[in-house]
């Protein structure tokens, strides 16, 4: 049901996949796989936990420019002022460290900016990455910031007064993004019902709105934000609110359904919005629905309905449609859904059988995400590529396995030498198709930016990461990756309470960036 409005209200990522996340406080979004608790004392304070919610504020000041500075051979450079005075008390912006020393002939030059950011002791999580020309951007705590992709010196910095809570996982077209954190810092069980739209090649905020809780149905317990062109949608609950991104005015409202039993639990956005429902939760009829709307408008364009005694777990591609559902009766029995235009099914991929193992998010399980924070799988018109299941251990090597999405055949499966691990990052493009492949680091070995083609085979090496930077790319563990023109880029999913200059250059390691 839609509701349209003609005023607003003007009251206002690939995680980690090797640990497991504490469970969602509003529901669970997704059955989590059990992983491997001693993995812990591996990880290096970069690539810590999950985080079950985020929280910042949205104050009035505006965003302070960060000094450009160059890095210096092998060494931190002093910091400079970057944030208003009361607004955690730091007084100098990211250093970047110069890991370049001993760089071998053919790899990638890389830059690194050094967490400044005075965290909680429990640490705080690193959210979804962007890209605009000239600048990635990320929150992180109580603050959003841009880095310059040239050097990986601050460009802009966007202080809020309470803790980021959720992040959209793409920004508009001409680069803005609206992010949903809490009124204070430091505050237990405070509601994500804060709002703050942001122009991430500038730095500059835009509008600001409060979210109102008006029930079980419609709270901000769990807020999730999704961005389709124009228009952000704000999942409240079971409650799902658009506001137009230029302006913030509330354009419509999409409500709990009476028949059926459906509820929302999740929205999805990108090149089309979709919305994820439950219905007829613990009878026999249990079942998902996926709802594909207009943006603009609200209305429905086709619903999908899953077989009875299935679930809706998570948004793998919008375009095209590509769904994770799970048995609510045999949760280890999962597969993968192609939708087509209109709403009916192309293919069913089963992947709980077959000469490769594989699992949900790449084992991520769900800390009460989004149901677009999903690692592990990447998927362009006709073809789904998936990360299988490591073998040995959970750092032991795996597959790319290429399904089609018209039949549910697999196609191909590809590994890289040395018995190392991959994971998908993006779909190739209709000038270099196929699949752009993360190789993770190991035994000092740097990582590997890679393509595999649409047939599969050898991949084409796209960049060879920088070997002095293996320790701290091995410490990232994959918790956000991102590639665009040309440059790979590498964050933690968490950074722990003492990654503030106390601990070293490895725990305060915030990102790293490759490139040509």
């Not at 109102?212 to 807020?223: H, I, L, N, Q």
């Amino acid at each position: 049901m839609v509701k349209r409005e003609s005023e607003p209200v003007n009251r206002p990522v690939p995680g980690n996949p090797y640990v497991q996340p504490p469970p969602s406080a509003r529901r669970s979004r997704g059955l989590g796989a059990a992983l491997v608790a001693g993995v812990l004392a591996l990880v290096l304070a970069g690539a810590a936990c999950y985080v079950l919610a985020r929280d910042d504020g949205d104050g009035s000041r505006a965003p302070v420019a960060g000094q450009t500075r160059q890095p210096s051979d092998g060494g931190r450079e002093p910091a400079g002022p970057d944030r208003d005075a009361g607004a955690g008390g730091n007084d100098g912006s990211a250093a970047v460290i110069d890991v370049n020393a001993g760089r071998k002939p053919g790899e990638a030059r890389a830059w690194l900016a050094v967490n400044d950011i005075e965290l909680p002791g429990k640490g705080a999580q690193l959210l979804d990455l962007w890209h605009v020309p000239g600048i990635v951007a990320q929150a992180e705590y109580d603050e959003v910031t841009g880095y310059r992709t040239s050097d990986g010196s601050k460009a802009w910095t966007v202080p809020l007064p309470g803790t980021v809570c959720d992040t959209p996982v793409n920004p508009t077209p001409d680069g803005k993004v609206v992010v949903a954190y809490t009124k204070k810092k430091y505050e237990r069980n405070t509601s994500c019902d804060q709002l703050r739209m942001i122009d991430l090649k500038t730095g500059e905020k835009g509008w600001h709105k409060e979210l109102v809780s008006r029930g079980f149905w419609d709270d901000t317990s769990a807020t999730h934000v999704a961005v389709t062109g124009g228009t952000v949608l704000v999942d409240q609950s079971a409650t799902m609110r658009a506001y137009r991104i230029s302006d913030g005015k509330r354009l419509y409202v999409t409500k709990r359904e009476r028949e059926g039993g459906c509820s929302l639990t999740g929205v999805a956005g990108g090149p089309g919005l979709l919305q994820v429902e439950s219905c007829a939760p613990g009878s026999p009829a249990t079942h998902g629905r996926l709802k594909k709307l207009d943006p603009r408008t609200g209305d429905v364009d086709w619903r999908y309905r899953t077989k009875k005694g299935w679930s809706i777990e998570k948004v793998y591609s919008v375009d095209p449609v590509v769904i994770a559902v799970r048995n609510r009766e045999e949760t280890d029995k999962w597969a993968v859904v192609a939708v087509d235009d209109k709403g009916g099914r192309r293919s069913w991929i089963p992947l709980d059988k077959g000469p490769h193992a594989f699992e949900m998010c790449a084992g991520a399980g769900d800390a009460g995400e989004g149901v677009q924070n999903c690692p592990g799988a990447a998927a362009d018109a006709d073809t789904l590529y998936l990360a299988s299941e490591p073998e040995g251990d959970l750092l032991g090597p795996n597959r790319i396995v290429a399904f089609d999405l018209r039949t549910g055949e697999r196609e191909w499966s590809g590994a890289v030498e040395g018995g190392r691990q991959l994971t998908p990052v993006t779909a190739g493009g209709a000038d270099r198709p196929g699949v752009i492949a993360y190789v993770r680091p190991k035994d000092g070995k740097g990582g590997q930016t890679v393509r595999f083609g649409p047939g599969g085979g050898k991949p084409d090496v796209l960049l060879r990461h920088t070997s002095s930077a293996a320790d701290m790319e091995s410490g990232m563990f994959a918790g956000n990756t991102l590639y665009a023109d040309g440059r790979f880029f590498v964050t933690p999913a968490r950074l722990d309470g003492k990654s503030h200059g106390s601990a070293g250059e490895q725990a305060d390691a915030r990102m790293l960036a490759f490139g040509r």
